[in-house]
């Protein structure tokens, strides 16, 4: 059975930090295409970051120079990193795993960024 389970979310005021972890079983996450995404009321999920099975990372152009998604692959996990959290970051993040015709979530972890 597949689980991803993120942890690290919060609240926090405008201009801190959090740390997003996401632990995976039931796959190895070194094959997978691992993923950030958030989703807040109103608007659809997107792709805040995700690290390819060969290491390339890519960011959606808002938290550029702000945040960092990480790989450790002895502990099965991604992090993200996330530092000068605006009020706009406000959202549930879904850690996500993806190869052919695989896709697997979290359950989401809430990250309030107060102004």
């Known amino acids: 059975q597949v689980q991803l389970v993120e942890s690290g979310g919060g609240l926090v005021q405008s201009g801190g930090s959090l740390r997003l972890s996401c632990v995976a079983s039931g796959i190895t996450i070194t094959i997978y295409r691992m993923g950030w995404y958030r989703q807040s009321p109103g608007k659809q999920r997107e792709l805040v970051a995700a690290i390819t099975s060969g290491g390339r990372i890519t960011y959606v152009d808002s938290v550029k120079d702000r945040f960092t998604i990480s790989r450790d692959d002895a502990k099965n996990t991604v992090n993200l990193q996330m530092t000068s959290l605006k009020p706009e970051d406000t959202a549930v993040y879904y850690c996500?795993?993806?190869?052919?015709?695989?896709?697997?979530w979290g359950q989401g972890t809430q990250v309030t960024v107060s102004s």
């Open positions: 996500n795993g993806n190869r052919v015709g695989r896709d697997y």
